[in-house]
C-alpha cells in the first residue's frame, strides 16, 4: 500500500491538469520549463556509457530499456542460474542466451552445477509428522488398548516403509538392492530386489510373531535352526519364483497383527523372542525389527533414488540404547571367538566398576553411554574411563546395520586405540542379512 498521504478530490485543480495536458498536445512546441536549458544538443549521457551499446533501444528491441553488452550479459551468468537476478536482467539474459551458442553453454552448465548443490527434497511428510498427529490425538481422547511405548517405533517404521511402497510399479519392485552387512570382520554383500527384502522382512519379523503365537508366515518352510538368516534363505531358495509386489499385503498384514497383539497382550515386554543362537526381550526384539524396518527401508529408497529420512529423535535413541545395552555381550563373545585386539582387560567381580569406553552420540537421539571393556557383568564407571567415541545418532545406526565400515564411522576417538577399535568392530559385528 502506498505512503503517500490522501488528498481530496479537487475539481478546479483536475481541470487546470487537463488543460495543461491538452496545450501540450495542441502546442507547436514544449510548453516553458519542459525542456532543459542546459543540456548541449548532442551531449552524450552521463555514467558508464560504454555499458549500453544502444542508448535508445532496449534488449527486446523497445524504446526506454538499455541492451546490455555481451561482457555483461555473460557476468549474469551465475545470478541467473543461481535465480538471483531482477526480472529485468532475467529477461535480458534469457533473450541472449537465444542469441549466442557460447553463452547458452556456459548458462546450461551453470544450472547444472546449481543441481548438484541443492539437496533432494523428500516428498514425503516429516517423519515425525504421525508420531506428532498420534500423540494429540491420544492426549484428547486415551485409546482404551494402547500401543506400548516400545512397540511405537516399529509402528512408526513399518508404516513409513509402506508408505514409500504403496505407488510403486513393476520397475520399482524388481529394482535391484544390495544388502550390505558385517561377516568376520569383513564387508559382506548380497544382492536381491526390493520385493526381496521385503519377503526378508517377513520373514524375519516372523521370529516374533512365532513367539506371540501367531502364525509362521514361512510355514513348513522354516528351518530347525531359525536364524534371520536361515529363514531369509529359506524362503528365498523355496518360494516358486522371485518375490513380486504380491508380498507387501502378507508383510503390511503381519506388521499390523504384532502390533495388535503386543498391545493387548505384550504387557512389560519380557517374553524372550528366538533369534536361533541367541534370545531378546519382546520389547528389545520390537526395537531390534524396527531399526531393521527403517535400515531397509533406506536401502529400498536408495536402490529407487528416492530420499529417506531416519527415524524422530525418540525412536532413534531407543535405536541407539539397545546397541549400546547389547555391546559388551558382544565384546565378550568375540573374546571367546579370538577376535579381541585390547589386551589389557583385568577381572572384574559382578556389579563391579571396570575399564569403560565412553560411547557419546551427538545429535538427533543423542546420550552418552558408559561401556564396560573387561565383563559384559561389569559396571560402566567414568572413574575408569579409558577411551571416548562420538558419533552421530544415525552413523552409529548404520555402523551397527553394516552400512559404514569401523574405519569411516567415528567422528571422534580418543584414549586407548585398541579398546576403540575393538568396540567399533564390535558394533559392525552385530549387523546380519
Request: charged residues 25%.
Amino acid at each position: 500500500m502506498s505512503d503517500d498521504r490522501f488528498e481530496p478530490y479537487d475539481d478546479r485543480a483536475r481541470a487546470g491538469r487537463d488543460r495543461g495536458k491538452q496545450g501540450r498536445r495542441e502546442g507547436d512546441g514544449e510548453l516553458p520549463g519542459d525542456a532543459d536549458t542546459d543540456a548541449e544538443p548532442n551531449e552524450e549521457p552521463s555514467g558508464d556509457a560504454g555499458a549500453l551499446a544502444d542508448p535508445g533501444n532496449g534488449a527486446d528491441g523497445t524504446r526506454g530499456r538499455p541492451a546490455l553488452e555481451h561482457r555483461v550479459l555473460e557476468s549474469l551468468l551465475g545470478a541467473w542460474a543461481l535465480a538471483a537476478c531482477t526480472p529485468e536482467e532475467t529477461a535480458a539474459v534469457e533473450e541472449h542466451l537465444g542469441a549466442c551458442g557460447a553463452c547458452a553453454d556456459e548458462a546450461l552448465r551453470l544450472r547444472g552445477a546449481v543441481g548438484l548443490l541443492q539437496r533432494p527434497e523428500s516428498l514425503d511428510l516429516d517423519p515425525g509428522l504421525r508420531t506428532r498427529v498420534l500423540e494429540t490425538c491420544l492426549r484428547r481422547r486415551p485409546p482404551r488398548i494402547p500401543v506400548p511405548d516400545w512397540a511405537c517405533a516399529y509402528d512408526a517404521e513399518t508404516a513409513r516403509l509402506d508408505a514409500l511402497l504403496q505407488d510403486f510399479g513393476d520397475t520399482e519392485w524388481h529394482a535391484p538392492v544390495r544388502l550390505r552387512w558385517y561377516e568376520a570382520d569383513e564387508a559382506a554383500t548380497r544382492r536381491t530386489t526390493v520385493a526381496g527384502v521385503i519377503a526378508h522382512l517377513l520373514a524375519v519379523d516372523g521370529l516374533v510373531a512365532v513367539a506371540l503365537g501367531l502364525p509362521d508366515p514361512l510355514g513348513g518352510l522354516a528351518p530347525g535352526r531359525a536364524t534371520p538368516s536361515a529363514r531369509t534363505e529359506a524362503f528365498w531358495r523355496t518360494v516358486p519364483r522371485p518375490p513380486t509386489r504380491s508380498v507387501r499385503a502378507p508383510w503390511r498384514a503381519q506388521t499390523h497383527d504384532l502390533v495388535r497383539t503386543v498391545s493387548f497382550t505384550g504387557g512389560t515386554g519380557r517374553l524372550p523372542v528366538s533369534y536361533g543362537g541367541y534370545e531378546l526381550p519382546l520389547h528389545d526384539a520390537m526395537l531390534d525389527r524396527a531399526f531393521e524396518c527403517w535400515v531397509h527401508g533406506e536401502d529400498i529408497a536408495e536402490a529407487v533414488d528416492y530420499p529417506y529420512e531416519p527415524p524422530t529423535g525418540r525412536h532413534l535413541h531407543g535405536m541407539v540404547d539397545l546397541a549400546a545395552r547389547m555391546l559388551p555381550a558382544v565384546l565378550e563373545a568375540r573374546r571367546q571367538a579370538g577376535h579381541e585386539v585390547s589386551t589389557e582387560r583385568r577381572l572384574v567381580a559382578a556389579g563391579a566398576p571396570g575399564r569403560s569406553l565412553r560411547l557419546e552420540i551427538e545429535g538427533s537421539g543423542g546420550g552418552e553411554w558408559m561401556i564396560p571393556l573387561d565383563s559384559p557383568a561389569a559396571r560402566g564407571s567414568e572413574e575408569h574411563e579409558v577411551a571416548h567415541i562420538a558419533l552421530d545418532g544415525s552413523e552409529f545406526c548404520r555402523l551397527a546395520a553394516g552400512h559404514v565400515s569401523p574405519q569411516e564411522a567415528a567422528a571422534g576417538q580418543l584414549g586407548d586405540k585398541a579398546a576403540i577399535r575393538d568396540v567399533l568392530l564390535a558394533a559392525a559385528s552385530m549387523s546380519r542379512i
